[in-house]
């Protein structure tokens, strides 16, 4: 496994729109799983990293002793809640921004991991959250298009890229 660089906006390809997974991403998956561990991440999706692939990796327990990544192959929302909550949200691709998100307060995840096994599960509170982030990355969408246009802009005039 190696690190991988992350992308820093406003790089193009974190705009684009990635294509379905096929073939073996285990070696990908682990130098992602890496990566996003040693910038201390709770998640870090494919573009990130300049793979325009439908992938992402997430571990939302490791900070507080409790390992529990999950590889998200072709990951899709099949169901969610119709109640938004708003929570501040983060991103290793625009690093030092912390913005106020609304997110579906639960959501129920449809994905095959790395070894080709199918899954789904309800995601409740930050897993929730942290899935819907990633997967705006595979959609080509970044915290800043989740914002209204005044917030977006004082954000954006404040980030150092």
Known sequence: MSLRPILRWPDP???ETCAPVTGDI????GDMLETMYAARGRGLAAPQIGV??????MDVGWKEGTPTPLICVNPEIVDRSERQIR????????????????????IVLRWTDAGGTGHQAQLDGFAAICAQHELDHLDGIVTFD???????AELEADYAG
């Open 52 to 57: 325009l692939r439908r992938l992402f990796v």
């Open 87 to 106: 929570g501040p949200e983060g991103c290793l691709s625009i690093p030092g921004v912390t913005a106020q998100v609304m997110r579906a307060e639960w």
């Open 146 to 152: 989740r914002l209204e246009p005044a917030i977006r």
């Open 26 to 29: 285990r070696e990908l998956s």
């Open 13 to 15: 390809r974190l705009s």
